[in-house]
């Protein structure tokens, strides 16, 4: 299942959310703002900004919101089954 690292507030969280839900997808929602491990885990990764999409521990989009929009539903699905 899809992780959606998140925050209150931040329209591309609340337009990534809103595609994965449009396009059937399941997910789990982490605001990085009530919760101090998940902040560290995307800052580990490297990551400044969210939202970020992970299974586990791989990333599964880079770029965000535009990042999964522009790979598209049917890749998306075809990389959650690589990485499940």
Known sequence: MITVY???NCPYCESAKNWLQNHK???NVV???LNPDALEFIKGKGHKTV???YV???????GGFTGMQD???EN???LLVVNT
């Open 6 to 8: 998140s925050k209150p």
């Open 25 to 27: 997808f399941e997910y």
């Open 31 to 33: 605001d990085v703002t």
């Open 51 to 53: 939202p970020q999409l």
């Open 56 to 62: 586990g521990e791989t990333l599964i989009v880079k």
């Open 71 to 73: 790979l598209g539903p």
């Open 76 to 78: 998306l699905r075809r």
